[in-house]
């Protein structure tokens, strides 16, 4: 299935081919299930066995760049439009969905190499990682900026064990943050449910985010300039 769409995460590197050759290698490669073409000699496979997580983003048919996806259409057809079809589809015995977005899609498969997976009681699962700067130069807007503009999220911390097994370097922004009297803080990840606050402390200031340092978690004010930020995503659960 082709569409007027980009692949707005980090890629592969591309390689010089023609867009339709590049089309019918991944269908025929027992892996592939995702071309990106940002013009008609330039192509970027991905495999499901290395991909991690993959945002397509919808554009206009003048910006002449095409997403082909490897999935399974109703009964061999053509369908009437994108939102008949379920954007599912079958590699290696595995079944994959991709998940629609305001502007496209999204699909999670694995957690890569350098992050950490967290398996949660509610059934969830996040993929974390530190992005440690060396240098306090990151307040607690820039750290969720940061996150965002890779189509990650500024992540939270459930419990003191969670902290623990992280064993990130440096002193980190987390996704806590409150505005007021902080009884309770909001985190604004999406799949945190509460906030673990090891080190409480009494500061003046009203607005105080979490941050996370030698294996535990501490309130600072938002303005603070520190090292980095845990940024995350949730994984999808397997398909049936």
Known sequence: MKI?????????????????????????ETDCFLVFSKSNDLCIKYNYSSASYIVVTKTEASERSVVAFKTDLPENSCPG????????????????????TETGWFMTNVCPEDWKLLERPNSVT?????????????????????????????TGIETKEEAKALGFDGIVWTGGYCNGTCEDYILVDGYSTKAYVGNLQKLPHPEQCITYSNGDTMNFPCTEAIDGAVCGFQMQQTLD
């Open 126 to 154: 996040i993929c974390v990682r530190s992005f440690f700067k060396g240098e306090r130069t990151t307040t607690w807007k820039m750290a969720k900026e940061f996150c965002e503009q890779y189509y990650w999220k500024l």
């Open 81 to 100: 439009s994108l939102e008949s079809i379920s954007f599912t589809g079958t590699i290696n015995s595995k079944r994959y969905r991709w998940d629609a």
């Open 4 to 28: 007027s769409a980009k692949v707005s995460t980090l890629s592969p590197d591309p390689v010089h081919i023609e867009r339709e050759a590049c089309i019918t290698q991944c269908l025929e």
